[in-house]
């Protein structure tokens, strides 16, 4: 079965910026979800981008967060701008809209000065 790795997470000031990666195991020939979840909160949909690259964004995010995907590289990204601290959460991603894959690890974001 296909296996995620997140990465690209961290300590960031309000106002910066960060790249996060999900790397697949295999061929990932699925719509794909960034996903993420703060202390004490349910897990929330971020972005989600289709087979054929088409993206949808959360009200909270649109305008700063910029979801794409290599299938060469089997890599799933999520370009994040204009952080701010109550974007601190883990992410993780998975398939869209049911999460067909293991949870991968996820990746740590703190937007804090």
């Known amino acids: 079965q296909v296996q995620l790795v997140e990465s690209g997470g961290g300590l960031v000031q309000p106002g910066g910026s960060l790249r996060l990666s999900c790397a697949a195991s295999g061929i990932i020939f ?3 979800g960034w996903y993420r979840q ?3 909160k349910q897990r929330e949909l ?3 981008i289709s087979r054929g690259s088409i993206t ?3 009200d909270s995010v649109k305008g700063r967060f910029i979801i794409s995907r290599d299938y060469n590289k089997k890599t799933v990204y999520l370009q994040m701008n204009s952080l701010q601290p109550e974007d601190t959460a883990v992410y993780s991603c998975n398939t869209y809209p049911s999460n067909r894959l293991p949870w991968g690890q996820g990746t ?3 937007v804090s000065s």
């Open 30 to 32: 699925y719509d794909m």
């Open 38 to 40: 703060a202390p004490g």
């Open 46 to 48: 971020v972005a989600s």
């Open 56 to 58: 949808n964004y959360a």
């Open 108 to 110: 740590q974001v703190t």
